[in-house]
């Protein structure tokens, strides 16, 4: 193969065989992941220029990074776009670059060597063919919608053309990716290879050009333009019962473009090009990608450890112990459980076995998962742990006597962890040797479904054993929250007011329904009284115990009394609600509420963080809101408590809560807190 001398380029290389077929490798400068930068595309659109008087026999685009074809366009970008106006130029640019590709009088084949999402993808879809590498993870994915927009350079419409309305929809309105597999039977791409043949697979095509992928015979009377509005229909139904438009347009976009437009080149790549750079000025979008940054900053907390934790010893195999130990299983760590007897530990191997049949579809793979998950009633697994969490009942006495025993069998290199979820860690560790090396590992229920995880440190905790902390959490998929060691640390700190405001509205005659749509309304992926009852009413008393002694706040009288009568919520079947195969039986909303109740269920949680950032209980602004987001579904759309109370105005949100205080008592009382927002 010879070097293309002409020109130098910074972020792509050229290189041309003795075919004649043009190796297009791109290699991001200064970046570990390949994305389409404005220059990144420019430099593109300059090497394919000459290729339409003077084209190559063919031209093959790779990666020249081990990490993945290209992830999508420079989100970074996003932010500095100002107007609509800005946005699809930018857009344009990368539409008349794929455009090029598409036209060029030669075959082209894009080889995918691991991610191609977004932009990347719609790079592969412009190109006659594809090959991917064999990966057995989904890497094919279309995830704009996760950002409040939609594909840009074209995806709308080739998706469409290539594998037909019903699969295109899939990949666009989910924003889930795929594996190469599903991608070769939906004809996404036109072959799997090696990486010892992946260019004899790309030049083989070059040669031989075969037919190119289309759409399936049925997708092509779907897009029949007297056919599509009953499909509209029942897209528009399957996205009104994940998102309301009001809260994430995009999907509404991607429906509404396919009906007016039918993928249709003449008119539906401009009409894309509007439509995103409408979505990327919105504010759902804007704070979309900024949730995206903010889930970057948990994962890029603490510095690199100087030893990983392969071995993990839990202690307490209830719920939330049990679950910790599975789902530690799971990512692939050593885990032996402990309880009081076998009675106590097997229900929770036999949760941790439907986990892995759930997660795992490799026979092989499962088996290694379950070999990895052992019985430990007498606590041998102590002796050899790098990690031993704690997650017994929350009850102070009787952690520090299991504390008192632990210490005496841990390996001085280990960590000590509790899952406390509102205990200081001063009053449980004053029984430790070592108080310095102890730490909250706090999970959330369900762990197999929610990705925070905080780390609870004291104002002496070993800088290297937070590390060692934070390192456990990325390394089982988790995001961690450094957080100070304070009652109900973050998430069940904001989340008390919230909920205890819940049974408020109900004392005055709201229907339980009723409250909870209206938290939904506001973009809550779950109402209070369903959260009350989905985490447990025996939890949620103990919780306010805690937090009520702490901060002077009235216990709901009504928790305990659910809880003397074994009313615990989803796990007993009963609690404000009935529950049936993990579900709540509601009655309609009737829609009888206040006008204040939205404010009156809200503002609560949003004073009380920013009473957190006030005290210090994480470092700052944007580590609180990913806090709240990620560990209580906190709408994202809406960027966190912090950021929607700058959108909607500080002074503001101060007014309404002096006001709602004079009608409802000094539980609405603005937190000092505000004026360092002002």
Same mark, same amino acid.
């Given at each position: 193969?010879?070097?293309?001398?002409?020109?130098?380029?910074?972020?792509?290389?050229?290189?041309?065989?003795?075919?004649?077929?043009?190796?297009?490798?791109?290699?991001? !400068?200064?970046?570990?992941?390949?994305?389409?930068?404005?220059?990144?595309?420019?430099?593109?659109?300059?090497?394919?220029?000459?290729?339409?008087?003077?084209?190559?026999?063919?031209?093959?685009?790779?990666?020249?990074?081990?990490?993945?074809?290209?992830?999508?366009?420079?989100?970074?970008?996003?932010?500095?776009?100002?107007?609509?106006?800005?946005?699809?130029?930018?857009?344009?640019?990368?539409?008349?670059?794929?455009?090029?590709?598409?036209?060029?009088?030669?075959?082209?084949?894009?080889?995918?060597?691991?991610?191609?999402?977004?932009?990347?993808?719609?790079?592969?879809?412009?190109?006659?063919?594809?090959?991917?590498?064999?990966?057995?993870?989904?890497?094919?994915?279309?995830?704009?919608?996760?950002?409040?927009?939609?594909?840009?350079?074209?995806?709308?419409?080739?998706?469409?053309?290539?594998?037909?309305?019903?699969?295109?929809?899939?990949?666009?309105?989910?924003?889930?990716?795929?594996?190469?597999?599903?991608?070769?039977?939906?004809?996404?791409?036109?072959?799997?290879?090696?990486?010892?043949?992946?260019?004899?697979?790309?030049?083989?095509?070059?040669?031989?050009?075969?037919?190119?992928?289309?759409?399936?015979?049925?997708?092509?009377?779907?897009?029949?333009?007297?056919?599509?509005?009953?499909?509209?229909?029942?897209?528009?139904?399957?996205?009104?019962?994940?998102?309301?438009?009001?809260?994430?347009? !995009?999907?509404?976009?991607?429906?509404?473009?396919?009906?007016?437009?039918?993928?249709?080149?003449?008119?539906?790549?401009?009409?894309?090009?509007?439509?995103?750079?409408?979505?990327?000025?919105?504010?759902?979008?804007?704070?979309?990608?900024?949730?995206?940054?903010?889930?970057?900053?948990?994962?890029?907390?603490?510095?690199?450890?100087?030893?990983?934790?392969?071995?993990?010893?839990?202690?307490?195999?209830?719920?939330?112990?049990?679950?910790?130990?599975?789902?530690?299983?799971?990512?692939?760590?050593?885990?032996?459980?402990?309880?009081?007897?076998?009675?106590?530990?097997?229900?929770?191997?036999?949760?941790?076995?439907?986990?892995?049949?759930?997660?795992?579809?490799?026979?092989?793979?499962?088996?290694?998962?379950?070999?990895?998950?052992?019985?430990?009633? !007498?606590?041998?697994?102590?002796?050899?742990?790098?990690?031993?969490?704690?997650?017994?009942?929350?009850?102070?006495?009787?952690?520090?006597?299991?504390?008192?025993?632990?210490?005496?069998?841990?390996?001085?290199?280990?960590?000590?962890?509790?899952?406390?979820?509102?205990?200081?860690?001063?009053?449980?560790?004053?029984?430790?040797?070592?108080?310095?090396?102890?730490?909250?590992?706090?999970?959330?229920?369900?762990?197999?479904?929610?990705?925070?995880?905080?780390?609870?440190?004291?104002?002496?905790?070993?800088?290297?054993?937070?590390?060692?902390?934070?390192?456990?959490?990325?390394?089982?998929?988790?995001?961690?929250?450094?957080?100070?060691?304070?009652?109900?640390?973050?998430?069940?700190?904001?989340? !008390?007011?919230?909920?205890?405001?819940?049974?408020?509205?109900?004392?005055?005659?709201?229907?339980?329904?009723?409250?909870?749509?209206?938290?939904?309304?506001?973009?809550?992926?779950?109402?209070?009284?369903?959260?009350?009852?989905?985490?447990?009413?025996?939890?949620?008393?103990?919780?306010?115990?805690?937090?009520?002694?702490?901060?002077?706040?009235?216990?709901?009288?009504?928790?305990?009394?659910?809880?003397?009568?074994?009313?615990?919520?989803?796990?007993?079947?009963?609690?404000?609600?009935?529950?049936?195969?993990?579900?709540?039986?509601?009655?309609?909303?009737?829609?009888?509420?206040?006008?204040?109740?939205?404010?009156?269920?809200?503002?609560?949680?949003?004073?009380?963080?920013?009473?957190?950032?006030?005290?210090?209980?994480?470092?700052?602004?944007?580590?609180?809101?990913?806090?709240?987001?990620?560990?209580?579904?906190?709408?994202?759309?809406?960027?966190?408590?912090?950021?929607?109370?700058?959108?909607?105005?500080?002074?503001?949100?101060?007014?309404?809560?002096?006001?709602?205080?004079?009608?409802?008592?000094?539980?609405?009382?603005?937190?000092?807190?505000?004026?360092?927002?002002?």
């Amino acid at each position: 193969m010879t070097r293309n001398t002409d020109h130098t380029y910074k972020h792509w290389r050229v290189d041309t065989d003795a075919s004649k077929v043009a190796w297009l490798c791109i290699d991001k !400068a200064d970046g570990s992941a390949n994305v389409l930068s404005g220059p990144v595309l420019r430099e593109l659109a300059d090497i394919i220029e000459p290729f339409r008087e003077t084209p190559p026999s063919g031209i093959v685009f790779h990666s020249g990074k081990q990490n993945g074809f290209v992830m999508g366009a420079d989100i970074n970008e996003f932010t500095t776009i100002k107007t609509a106006d800005e946005g699809y130029r930018l857009i344009r640019l990368g539409q008349q670059v794929m455009d090029a590709i598409e036209a060029l009088p030669c075959p082209s084949v894009a080889v995918i060597n691991g991610f191609a999402l977004g932009g990347g993808l719609e790079l592969a879809l412009a190109c006659n063919y594809r090959i991917a590498i064999r990966n057995d993870k989904p890497i094919l994915g279309l995830p704009e919608v996760q950002l409040g927009i939609h594909p840009g350079f074209g995806g709308t419409v080739r998706a469409v053309r290539i594998i037909g309305v019903r699969a295109a929809m899939q990949l666009m309105l989910t924003g889930q990716s795929i594996t190469v597999d599903k991608a070769l039977r939906q004809k996404l791409i036109d072959g799997i290879t090696t990486d010892a043949d992946w260019r004899l697979a790309a030049a083989e095509l070059i040669r031989a050009r075969p037919r190119m992928a289309s759409a399936p015979f049925v997708d092509r009377l779907l897009n029949l333009p007297f056919v599509r509005p009953f499909i509209v229909r029942m897209l528009r139904k399957q996205v009104r019962a994940k998102a309301r438009p009001d809260h994430y347009p !995009a999907p509404y976009a991607i429906v509404r473009l396919w009906s007016r437009h039918g993928a249709s080149a003449k008119t539906a790549y401009e009409a894309e090009a509007r439509s995103i750079a409408e979505l990327m000025c919105g504010s759902t979008s804007r704070n979309l990608v900024r949730v995206f940054f903010l889930q970057n900053r948990l994962k890029s907390q603490g510095e690199k450890p100087a030893t990983k934790i392969r071995r993990v010893h839990v202690v307490g195999a209830g719920v939330m112990g049990g679950d910790i130990a599975a789902w530690c299983a799971l990512r692939g760590l050593e885990v032996t459980l402990q309880d009081r007897a076998d009675e106590y530990v097997q229900p929770a191997m036999q949760r941790a076995q439907k986990l892995f049949d759930k997660k795992l579809r490799d026979p092989g793979e499962r088996t290694a998962a379950v070999s990895r998950l052992r019985a430990d009633v !007498a606590g041998d697994g102590v002796a050899d742990a790098d990690l031993v969490i704690e997650a017994i009942f929350e009850n102070p006495e009787a952690k520090q006597q299991l504390y008192q025993k632990l210490q005496e069998r841990m390996p001085d290199s280990a960590v000590l962890a509790t899952n406390t979820s509102s205990i200081r860690l001063e009053s449980l560790r004053s029984v430790l040797k070592r108080p310095q090396r102890f730490i909250g590992l706090h999970f959330f229920n369900p762990v197999s479904v929610l990705p925070l995880v905080e780390v609870i440190r004291c104002k002496d905790t070993e800088r290297a054993v937070l590390d060692a902390g934070f390192a456990f959490v990325k390394a089982i998929g988790k995001f961690p929250l450094e957080c100070a060691s304070s009652p109900g640390f973050v998430v069940n700190r904001v989340l !008390a007011p919230y909920m205890a405001e819940a049974m408020h509205l109900a004392e005055s005659g709201i229907a339980f329904v009723d409250i909870d749509r209206t938290a939904e309304d506001f973009g809550m992926p779950m109402g209070p009284v369903e959260l009350v009852d989905s985490v447990g009413i025996d939890v949620a008393l103990h919780v306010s115990k805690v937090l009520g002694a702490e901060y002077g706040r009235p216990v709901p009288a009504r928790l305990a009394e659910m809880v003397e009568r074994g009313q615990l919520g989803r796990k007993s079947g009963q609690g404000f609600y009935k529950w049936a195969d993990g579900k709540a039986i509601k009655p309609p909303a009737s829609g009888k509420v206040p006008d204040d109740a939205m404010d009156r269920l809200m503002l609560p949680l949003i004073n009380e963080a920013v009473a957190c950032l006030h005290e210090g209980i994480v470092a700052d602004a944007d580590l609180l809101d990913a806090g709240v987001i990620f560990g209580t579904g906190f709408a994202p759309f809406r960027g966190g408590p912090i950021q929607y109370a700058r959108d909607r105005g500080p002074a503001e949100i101060e007014r309404v809560l002096l006001d709602l205080s004079k009608r409802y008592g000094e539980r609405f009382r603005p937190h000092v807190g505000w004026a360092q927002l002002r």
